[in-house]
T-cell receptor, first 113, second 116 residues
Framework: QKEVEQNSGPLSVPEGAIASLNCTYSDRGSQSFFWYRQYSGKSPELIMFIYSNGDKEDGRFTAQLNKASQYVSLLIRDSQPSDSATYLCAVNPPNQAGTALIFGKGTTLSVSS | NAGVTQTPKFRILKIGQSMTLQCTQDMNHNYMYWYRQDPGMGLKLIYYSVGAGITDKGEVPNGYNVSRSTTEDFPLRLELAAPSQTSVYFC???????????????FGPGTRLTVT
């Protein structure tokens, strides 16, 4: 069973703080990892993707990947109330038919002003 | 580019009725997908297509059918609607990545379906 696990939250942080969102996956051979943001009533929107171990930064967002620990995280620096949303972790396991993604259930982030 | 578009945005069906959810992408992507999202349950893959004329089942295909006659269009057909099909349906598309297996997927705005 290919699984992607996330804490459902809610994760509450004050404005300006760092939000840390975590995700673990079960299939060790996975090579592609994605973070999506989903506002209530809207469709998932791609934030970042990462393929290699280590960190990848894009503006206020940093994705971190540790394949040995089967762990991927998303850091949001200087969190803003507009970052309040559900964050979905998605993984592409090896030999996954049609290169489809396996999604976690999402972590709800709440940023208070 | 409009990206991925879906129609309708909302629909209420009676039990036993049928309907087609439309999905179109203008990014010339080979891969297209249909997901359903139930509250607190994440996204589940219904069907996918790797190119025109090629479709296959995902995790939860029962009660649905698809076709892919063109690169751009990937309609989802619901036959004999049941209350269990009440959900939000998302269409997505992507290119393939021969090295890493998957490029990022881009989602349409979704169709909110209620079956009563």
């Amino acid at each position: 069973q290919k699984e992607v696990e996330q804490n459902s939250g809610p994760l509450s942080v004050p404005e300006g703080a760092i939000a840390s969102l975590n995700c673990t996956y079960s299939d060790r051979g996975s090579q592609s990892f994605f973070w999506y943001r989903q506002y209530s009533g809207k469709s998932p929107e791609l934030i970042m993707f990462i393929y290699s171990n280590g960190d990848k930064e894009d503006g206020r967002f940093t994705a971190q990947l540790n394949k040995a620990s089967q762990y991927v995280s998303l850091l949001i620096r200087d969190s803003q109330p507009s970052d309040s949303a559900t964050y979905l972790c998605a993984v592409n396991p090896p030999n996954q038919a049609g290169t489809a993604l396996i999604f976690g259930k999402g972590t709800t982030l709440s940023v208070s002003s | 580019n409009a990206g991925v578009t879906q129609t309708p945005k909302f629909r209420i069906l009676k039990i036993g009725q049928s309907m087609t959810l439309q999905c179109t992408q203008d990014m010339n992507h080979n891969y297209m997908y249909w997901y359903r999202q139930d509250p607190g349950m994440g996204l589940k893959l219904i069907y996918y297509s790797v190119g025109a004329g090629i479709t296959d089942k995902g995790e939860v295909p029962n009660g649905y059918n698809v076709s892919r006659s063109t690169t751009e269009d990937f309609p989802l057909r619901l036959e004999l609607a049941a209350p269990s099909q009440t959900s939000v349906y998302f269409c997505a598309s992507s290119q393939s990545n021969l090295v890493f297996g998957a490029y990022e997927q881009y989602f349409g705005p979704g169709t909110r379906l209620t079956v009563t």
